[in-house]
């Protein structure tokens, strides 16, 4: 995964946005629910820890 930030740090949102939008194009039933609903999650989860370090670390 560090390689990927090294790359360019906005490449694992767009990455968890493709994997929401495959998912939803994919499996049909409980398993597109699961995908979707844990690839949204952990997108929400990279999304909060970007902005809390470009926004979150700088000084008063």
Same mark, same amino acid.
């Given at each position: 995964m560090v390689? =990927?930030?090294?790359i360019d740090f906005y490449?694992?949102?767009l990455f968890g946005v493709a994997r929401i939008v495959l998912g939803l194009l994919?499996? =049909?039933?409980n398993v597109r629910l699961y995908l979707v609903s844990s690839n949204a999650c952990g997108?929400?989860?990279?999304?909060y820890i970007a902005f809390t370090a470009i926004f979150g670390f700088k000084e008063p």
């Amino acid at each position: 995964m560090v390689f =990927i930030i090294e790359i360019d740090f906005y490449l694992p949102l767009l990455f968890g946005v493709a994997r929401i939008v495959l998912g939803l194009l994919g499996v =049909i039933g409980n398993v597109r629910l699961y995908l979707v609903s844990s690839n949204a999650c952990g997108l929400g989860i990279y999304v909060y820890i970007a902005f809390t370090a470009i926004f979150g670390f700088k000084e008063p």
